[in-house]
T-cell receptor, first 114, second 114 residues
Framework: GQQVMQIPQYQHVQEGEDFTTYCNSSTTLSNIQWYKQRPGGHPVFLIQLVKSGEVKKQKRLTFQFGEAKKNSSLHITATQTTDVGTYFCAGGVFSGGGADGLTFGKGTHLIIQP | DTGVSQDPRHKITKRGQNVTFRCDPISEHNRLYWYRQTLGQGPEFLTYFQNEAQLEKSRLLSDRFSAERPKGSFSTLEIQRTEQGDSAMYLC????????????FGEGSWLTVV
């Protein structure tokens, strides 16, 4: 079955440093979504990428979708304490009549030291 | 509040008991999903409804698990003869009837089996 792998599992940074998490799929994806989950909270949608090579920005966050649509990355510039949480990528495969259920990676836990 | 709501938020039960969780999706959303999340892991897809029809079930969904969405609105997830391995957060999510669209998660129902 489809597998989605994320690295690193944990990332400690000093406040103000940059952060990047990488996501790789075992199969070609139709789309990839990114979610953020705060400690004790639920996943909250950040963005969806659909096109090969797509790059999207949200303030200090930059999301990329690989040319082969099998990998993606999330980069945060100048981290702030509010960025603390776990960042999940979730790969989607359009199966026509299926659920298009997303396959989530295990997430990257971002810990920020002030 | 127009988000996805789940009830109860927390449930502690003894091994062997049955439990039921309820999910009320965002009102205009046709698709409803159930995911399970354990500590340190990403959400795992369990099952999916398109209106009242259950269109896909994960292999994770053993015969002790049953989900319904009788009128295409709210959904229930029942776990019979609970086991300690069932302890997890059960997340409900909904999305509009568009392939690859964003899914919106509820706050989850925490289950602890003792």
């Amino acid at each position: 079955g489809q597998q989605v792998m994320q690295i690193p599992q944990y990332q400690h940074v000093q406040e103000g440093e940059d952060f990047t998490t990488y996501c790789n799929s075992s199969t070609t994806l139709s789309n990839i979504q990114w979610y953020k989950q705060r400690p004790g909270g639920h996943p909250v949608f950040l963005i969806q990428l659909v096109k090969s090579g797509e790059v999207k920005k949200q303030k200090r966050l930059t999301f990329q979708f690989g040319e082969a649509k099998k990998n993606s990355s999330l980069h945060i510039t100048a981290t702030q304490t509010t960025d603390v949480g776990t960042y999940f990528c979730a790969g989607g495969v359009f199966s026509g009549g299926g659920a298009d259920g997303l396959t989530f990676g295990k997430g990257t836990h971002l810990i920020i030291q002030p | 509040d127009t988000g996805v709501s789940q009830d109860p938020r927390h449930k502690i039960t003894k091994r062997g008991q049955n439990v039921t969780f309820r999910c009320d999706p965002i009102s205009e959303h046709n698709r409803l999903y159930w995911y399970r999340q354990t500590l340190g892991q990403g959400p795992e897809f369990l099952t999916y409804f398109q209106n009242e029809a259950q269109l896909e079930k994960s292999r994770l969904l053993s015969d002790r698990f049953s989900a319904e969405r009788p009128k295409g609105s709210f959904s229930t997830l029942e776990i019979q003869r609970t086991e300690q391995g069932d302890s997890a957060m059960y997340l409900c999510a909904s999305s509009p009837n568009t392939i690859g669209n964003t899914i919106y998660f509820g706050e989850g129902s925490w289950l602890t089996v003792v």
